[in-house]
């Protein structure tokens, strides 16, 4: 690779060492001279930094593209990495048993000790460098890592310099998270120009043949089938248990067996997809052929990987596979990995906001009928919007007159909702809180339902649901399994009979807002 000139090298050696003693301070304690027991992994990236020469705010940066610093009590990643460093154990992957080789210590350290895992990070990141050229001036200038950051990935061409472009990106806009314990890691952010050599001609610019907006770059053909024996119904969200650069490149690997649609990153929603739609990817099992898949970068277990940018652009693409493929917008058909039927998987978990990717997809979950929403928030004299809009049309289709249906909540409104109370034997204060909503969405007609009904009288009771037990049911008209949980959930809470049917009794209790 190029030489820099000696002066410029130990000019932004000096600034480096500045800027790395000030992340230092900024992460809670002096360089050097914190005691051992404090800040724990602060201490750890110094200690691995000067141990390997590796500049600390690098390696730290490293750690954060890789895993959000979440060593994730040891468990494996989707291409089986461990820890903050996330040291990595596959067939085309061997930075865990390197990491052995250099520290001394075992994989089973290394997998497990975060201070351990830290030290192998440095040790590889210090070996690809040796293996580079780069010398003690090189390596006190950030820049010149570029190559070595590179190969960490152990990724080759555009998606290494994809893993690598990240990593500068984090130095160059700087981080600051909170990881276990409550320990602030930081880093400091700086002027980049990376010295990318060769990899500057890397950058991954073609174009998804089937969505615009994202990059294209092709899984290995070991991993996905060509062409489909089903008809595509749904769309299933995933969560990588892995970084976005490593993901794409275990979908190229041809020994993993598994590939998605696309990969969205969780930092700003950048989306490349993988295989064609009209080819079936291998990401959930029976529903493979019936299906498109969009991994989401992060852990299950940590939601700081569930960023805005993901959620939005995640969102506009299902939108466009919905719109194009004539798959209906609810929870029925955009369903979690672990939905999907004859799979072990819990992605996308707790941590994945439902209501919000369905409001902004535009669905059953975002009011578009008019009448469903994700959530029923409290009403009253002075609210505004469009749940005061389905008030007033509920109320009125009732033959309470709540004047016009013009999403403000005035005089009108209120004494038309006092008017249902008091018919419902609820309390007339003229707000519409949880109770009021229960018999405002589900009054109507009192059909026996049963799991496999559809229709209007369905959609009723799901928005009841949902205002009743303050979690999103989701209002498509169709009585599945996720519907007779939450009847089941509701019997149980209101000391009806357990037996998942809506009969009497349980209209009885929706409709008096219990």
């Known amino acids: 690779m190029p030489r820099r000139p000696a002066g410029h090298t130990r000019g932004r050696a000096a600034v480096l060492a500045s800027l790395t003693a000030t992340a230092l301070v900024a992460a809670g304690h002096p360089a050097g001279a914190a005691p051992a027991d404090t800040d724990p992994m602060n201490q750890a990236f110094q200690r691995a930094a000067e141990k390997y020469g590796v500049p600390r705010d690098l390696l730290a940066a490293v750690g954060y593209g890789e895993t959000h610093l979440d060593g994730h009590t040891g468990l494996p990643s989707q291409d089986n990495g ?31 000790d975060t201070g351990a895992n830290i030290l192998g990070g440095a040790a590889v990141l210090r070996d690809h460098a040796d293996a580079l050229g780069l010398d003690k001036a090189e390596r006190a200038d950030i820049d010149a890592w570029y190559p070595a950051v590179a190969r960490y990935s152990a990724a080759e061409g555009a998606i290494a310099a994809l893993y690598a472009d990240t990593v500068y990106t984090f130095l160059a806009e700087g981080l600051r998270t909170t990881v276990a314990g409550g320990e602030k890691v930081s880093v400091t952010s700086r002027p980049v ?17 089937d969505y615009p907006p994202a990059l294209w770059v092709a899984a290995n053909s070991s991993n996905f089938a060509v062409n489909r024996t089903a008809t595509v119904d749904k769309v299933v969200i995933h969560v990588t248990q892995g970084s976005y650069a490593g993901t794409i490149s275990w979908f190229q690997n041809a020994t993993s067996k598994v590939s998605s649609h696309y990969v969205v990153r969780s930092s700003d929603g950048q989306i490349t997809q993988m295989v064609r739609d009209k080819d079936t990817a291998y990401h959930a099992k029976s529903a493979n052929a019936s299906s498109l898949g969009i991994e989401h970068e992060g852990f299950i277990d940590n939601p700081s ?33 672990s939905e999907a039927p004859g799979n072990d998987h819990t992605d996308p978990g707790v941590n994945w906001n439902w209501s919000y990717y369905m409001q902004l997809v535009g669905g059953s979950g975002s009011g578009a009928d008019g009448l469903s929403f994700s959530a029923y928030t409290t009403l009253k004299s002075g609210s505004t919007g469009a749940q005061v809009k389905a008030v007033q049309t509920l109320l009125n289709q009732q033959g309470y007159n709540a004047g016009a249906e013009d999403g403000v909540f005035g005089p009108a409104t209120r004494s038309a909702v006092q008017a249902f ?94």
């Open 421 to 514: 109370q008091t018919a419902r034997g609820l309390t007339a204060d003229g707000a519409v809180g949880p109770k009021t909503w229960t018999a405002l969405l589900s009054a109507g007609t009192k059909p026996t339902l049963v799991l496999g009904a559809s229709g209007d009288a369905v959609k009723r009771v799901q928005r009841a649901l949902t205002a009743a037990l303050g979690r999103t049911v989701t209002a498509d008209g169709a009585f599945g399994t996720l519907t007779d949980k939450a009847v089941r959930d509701y019997q149980s809470t209101r000391a009806l009979g357990v037996d998942g049917s809506v009969g009497p009794a349980t209209w009885a209790a929706l409709q008096s807002g219990r």
């Open 193 to 209: 120009t990376p010295e990318k050599g060769p990899l500057a001609k890397a950058d991954v610019t073609a174009q998804s043949p």
């Open 82 to 112: 461990y820890g903050v460093m996330h040291l990595v154990s596959n067939p085309v992957n061997h930075s865990l048993e390197k990491a052995a080789a250099l520290t001394g210590k075992s994989t089973a350290v290394l997998r497990e």
């Open 305 to 337: 990987w569930f960023t805005d940018p993901m959620y939005r652009s995640s969102a506009a693409l299902t939108k466009h596979l919905c719109d194009r493929y004539g798959i209906a917008k609810d929870r029925s058909h955009i369903i979690g990995h």
